[in-house]
């Protein structure tokens, strides 16, 4: 579903990935690990046109989509969860969702109220303002959020980061569900337990290069990679 081919990003003139190639196939959750720095959050914003590559190319569904804005992107299904989350936060939650909705052709996944039967805890805030929301509403709301734009590609970006453990595991498995609801994700994670609880295969990036790309099962079992690249 998505192609990624030897892009290169830059932020002002310091180069951050190198060559970078990966490809995410439909109906799969794909991770992307590394540690603070390594390029992950680059990778996704590259994707999304946020920080477009200077050079290389990115292919949804077979289409170059490089150069195209993120607005764009969201109408031809690709779902953006940011590692800032950045809800309106002086919207209600049920404002936030509303503003994000997006019709999508054919049968519509995603309504307010099945997003609210996926996450439960936020029907019971729908009045409350986004600001006052504890951390892992806040990711919940965000997840939420891009769902209301019935994507068929999901980009999650540090979706566990800072969150308590007992948030983390709602969250895992609400994620593991998009999968069976027909979702394609590209999840880029600190937290291997949860990538590789998760994923169908991975890559690893450190410092802006794929270094490693595997099935699950590889990597879980690539101790020496994963204590290079992924131990702090």
Same mark, same amino acid.
């Given at each position: 579903?998505?192609?990624?081919?030897n892009i290169h990003t830059y932020y002002g003139l310091s180069h951050i990935l190198f060559d970078v190639s990966l490809s995410v196939p439909a109906g799969q959750i794909v991770c992307l690990l590394g540690r603070n720095g390594a390029g992950k959050s680059t990778t996704m914003r590259s994707i999304m046109g946020l920080t477009p590559p200077r050079r290389g190319t990115i292919k949804f569904k077979g289409?170059?989509?490089s150069g195209k804005k993120p607005y764009q992107l969201a109408r031809q299904g690709i779902g953006y969860v940011p590692d800032d989350r950045r809800v309106f936060a002086d919207l209600t939650?049920? &404002?936030n969702l509303e503003i994000s909705e997006r019709k999508a052709e054919g049968d519509v996944t995603w309504t307010k109220d099945s997003v609210y039967e996926f996450f439960p805890a936020l029907r019971h805030i729908d009045s409350r303002k986004a600001g006052f929301l504890s951390g892992g509403? @806040? @990711?919940?709301l965000t997840v939420a959020r891009a769902l209301m734009t019935n994507p068929d590609f999901?980009?999650? &970006?540090e979706p566990t980061e800072g969150l308590a453990p007992m948030i983390i595991e709602t969250l895992e498995e609400r994620i593991g569900k998009l999968r069976d609801k027909g979702l394609t994700v590209f999840l880029a994670e600190q937290n291997q337990k949860v990538a590789l609880g998760l994923s169908d295969q991975g890559y690893i990036i450190d410092n802006g290069v794929i270094r490693y790309h595997g099935s699950i099962e590889d990597l879980r079992e690539n101790e020496e990679v994963r204590k290079k690249y992924l131990l702090v």
């Open positions: 579903m998505l192609e990624v081919e289409e170059p989509i939650v049920g &404002d509403e @806040q @990711q919940m999901l980009l999650l &970006d």
